[in-house]
Every structure is written in C-alpha cells, then in structure tokens.
C-alpha cells in the first residue's frame, strides 16, 4: 500500500505563492500516475494537477493553468505542486493521490486509489 504525505500548505496573501510536496513511500511511485486535488468548506473535492508516471504528460484545472505547475521526482519518491498568483478561491484542504494507472491523467478522483492526509491552503488578505 502507497502511503502519501503532504506538506508545505499555509496562508498567503493574494498574489502570493506556495509550494506543496507529497512524499511516497513506495518504492514503485515511479509507477503511478500522481494527482493534486482540493476540497474547499462545504464544496466537493475538485481535480487541480496530475502527472503521469514517467512525467510526459501533465494536466490541469483550467482554474489553475497558467498559475500552478505539477513536477515530479521519480528518484526521491515525491510529486511537487507550485503555486504561484494564488487566488481567494485557491482555498482549501489540497490532497496528493496516487493512481495505478501510470497515464491516467484525471480528473475523476475515483481513477486514484491511495490518498495523502491534506494540506490546508489559505489565500485571504
């Protein structure tokens, strides 16, 4: 079983920028396709990034395209989402999930079979 760990969540001001990582503990990461979703109070948990296995594919929410960027390092067993120009509506519980699909790209959080514990994300002024 994959056991994932978030960090680097906190509060900003808007226009400023944050830098998430998830840490896996399996050996087979390399394996999986890695994915960012958020879950905002009283709202569903939506998808916001996703890597593919070997990192040539990538996607994003177009809420967040062109402001979040998704990286992953296969040696050190973690997935990075950066975010940068983060908006009030950027606010939320951000989860990491692994799916055994190397390609699968979201957005259906179904796809994703191991989950990380959140991070808080809070952009207010």
């Known amino acids: 079983q994959v056991q994932l760990v978030a960090s680097g969540g906190g509060s900003v001001q808007p226009g400023g920028s944050l830098r998430l990582s998830c840490s896996a503990s399996e050996r087979a990461f390399s394996l999986y396709a890695m994915g960012w979703f958020r879950q905002a109070s009283g709202k569903e948990r939506e998808f916001v990034a996703a890597?593919?296995?070997?990192?040539?594919?990538?996607s994003y929410a177009d809420s967040v395209k062109g402001r979040f960027t998704i990286s992953r390092d296969n040696t050190k067993n973690v997935v990075v989402l950066e975010m940068n120009n983060l908006y009030p509506e950027d606010t939320g519980v951000y989860f990491c999930?692994?799916?055994?699909?190397?390609?699968?790209?979201?957005?259906?959080?179904?796809?994703?079979?191991?989950w990380g514990q959140g991070t808080q994300v809070t952009v207010s002024s």
């Open positions: 890597i593919s296995w070997m990192a040539h594919n990538i």
């Open positions: 999930a692994a799916s055994r699909f190397g390609n699968y790209l979201g957005p259906k959080s179904q796809a994703f079979d191991y």
